[in-house]
């Protein structure tokens, strides 16, 4: 491995590049503090949605760019082949180059399903997991709970004469085979992920203009589906977990979140209550302090009881 920046320095705030199996792995370090690797989502979403500059402010944030996208290589088997386990071993390599023993790890959404099967496969550079709206599960059940949340989404804005626009983006999804499509998608359903995207528009709109993806199959390079089920597994975490959901999150929404934290042992929960599915952009100073608190205190023994933290509303 190998790292292109002027610095040696692996944690040197800027972008850093390494090779990995063969494939380039480029990666972002912001802030200072305690390392956290935030793995972004998707799959397929360019890194900078996830930005966090509050959470910055306390901790040394390290973006990949998840191989497939942005900077980073491209498998020979692309869109196909990028699996859990695939990205999982490029987070295992990344943690080894950042040469720090430990780090906390933060997954937003599909990075939330790469995170807590690394924290299962890999636990021993893993000082902590953060799994911000995740779920323990994707496939019919995942899909038909996303359904009646868009449901609930449009419902609310049943007014809006841009909700068409966003329905017909969530029906387009299954059609999707070229980055081109995948960015209009991701652009077409991005209100749908905000507690009030058209109330604060002025403000999400530029996020949303700037949204950038690439097509990932979600199939291994054999052609089968990589399908999440970690429900019989996530009782043997052995790492400390923190579970953030936003109460607005149609895709991975407050139900998995609470799953989640019952099948953790140890786990704390956090519900923004005045977000949906980028709580680090609606609501960045709850959501930072909650993040920062998990990592800042000295961890319990996994399996210590832990009551759910629901962030009032209006904080």
């Given at each position: 491995m190998s790292d292109t920046i002027g610095s040696t320095d692996?944690?040197?705030?800027?972008?850093?590049?390494?090779?990995?199996?063969?494939?380039?792995?480029?990666?972002?370090?912001?802030?200072?503090g305690p390392v956290c690797v935030a793995h972004s989502g998707g799959p397929g979403i360019f890194w900078e949605y996830l930005r966090m500059p509050?959470?910055?402010?306390?901790?040394?944030?390290?973006?990949?760019?998840?191989?497939?996208?942005?900077?980073?290589?491209r498998l020979p088997s692309h869109p196909n082949g990028y699996t859990r386990a695939r990205y999982s071993r490029f987070l295992s390599a990344l943690i080894e180059h950042l040469?720090?023993?430990r780090v906390h790890?933060?997954?937003?959404?599909?990075?939330?399903f790469v995170a807590q099967y690394h924290a299962l496969h890999h636990p021993d550079r893993i000082a902590g997991v953060i799994l911000y709206d995740s779920a323990p599960v994707t496939g019919a059940e995942h899909g038909a709970e996303a359904m009646r949340k868009v449901q609930e989404f449009a419902a609310r804005h049943a007014d809006n004469p841009e909700?068409?626009?966003?329905?017909?983006?969530?029906?387009?999804?299954?059609?999707?085979?070229?980055?081109?499509?995948?960015?209009?998608?991701?652009?077409?359903?991005?209100?749908?992920?905000?507690?009030?995207?058209?109330?604060?528009?002025?403000?999400?709109?530029?996020a949303r203009a700037a949204v950038t993806a690439t097509h990932i199959s979600g199939l291994d390079a054999d052609l089968t589906p990589d399908v999440?089920?970690?429900?019989?597994?996530?009782?043997?975490?052995?790492?400390?977990?923190?579970?953030?959901?936003?109460?607005?999150?149609?895709?991975?929404?407050?139900?998995?979140?609470e799953e989640l934290h019952r099948l953790i042992p140890g786990s704390e929960l956090v519900i923004l209550e005045n977000s949906g599915h980028f709580g680090h952009l609606e609501e960045p100073e709850v959501f930072a302090k909650a993040v920062t608190a998990f990592v800042e205190t000295p961890a319990a023994p996994v399996g210590t009881p832990t009551a759910a933290v629901e962030t009032p509303v209006g904080n």
């Amino acid at each position: 491995m190998s790292d292109t920046i002027g610095s040696t320095d692996p944690l040197a705030p800027g972008t850093h590049t390494v090779e990995i199996d063969g494939v380039s792995q480029s990666y972002h370090v912001h802030g200072t503090g305690p390392v956290c690797v935030a793995h972004s989502g998707g799959p397929g979403i360019f890194w900078e949605y996830l930005r966090m500059p509050a959470l910055e402010e306390h901790l040394t944030v390290v973006y990949p760019e998840p191989i497939g996208t942005g900077a980073s290589g491209r498998l020979p088997s692309h869109p196909n082949g990028y699996t859990r386990a695939r990205y999982s071993r490029f987070l295992s390599a990344l943690i080894e180059h950042l040469g720090v023993p430990r780090v906390h790890l933060l997954g937003h959404s599909h990075g939330g399903f790469v995170a807590q099967y690394h924290a299962l496969h890999h636990p021993d550079r893993i000082a902590g997991v953060i799994l911000y709206d995740s779920a323990p599960v994707t496939g019919a059940e995942h899909g038909a709970e996303a359904m009646r949340k868009v449901q609930e989404f449009a419902a609310r804005h049943a007014d809006n004469p841009e909700l068409p626009e966003v329905l017909g983006a969530f029906q387009s999804i299954p059609t999707i085979s070229d980055d081109t499509q995948t960015t209009a998608v991701a652009r077409g359903i991005f209100p749908a992920y905000f507690a009030d995207f058209w109330g604060r528009e002025a403000e999400f709109g530029p996020a949303r203009a700037a949204v950038t993806a690439t097509h990932i199959s979600g199939l291994d390079a054999d052609l089968t589906p990589d399908v999440v089920d970690d429900r019989a597994d996530l009782g043997s975490l052995t790492v400390p977990a923190l579970v953030v959901v936003g109460r607005y999150d149609v895709i991975c929404g407050v139900r998995w979140a609470e799953e989640l934290h019952r099948l953790i042992p140890g786990s704390e929960l956090v519900i923004l209550e005045n977000s949906g599915h980028f709580g680090h952009l609606e609501e960045p100073e709850v959501f930072a302090k909650a993040v920062t608190a998990f990592v800042e205190t000295p961890a319990a023994p996994v399996g210590t009881p832990t009551a759910a933290v629901e962030t009032p509303v209006g904080n």
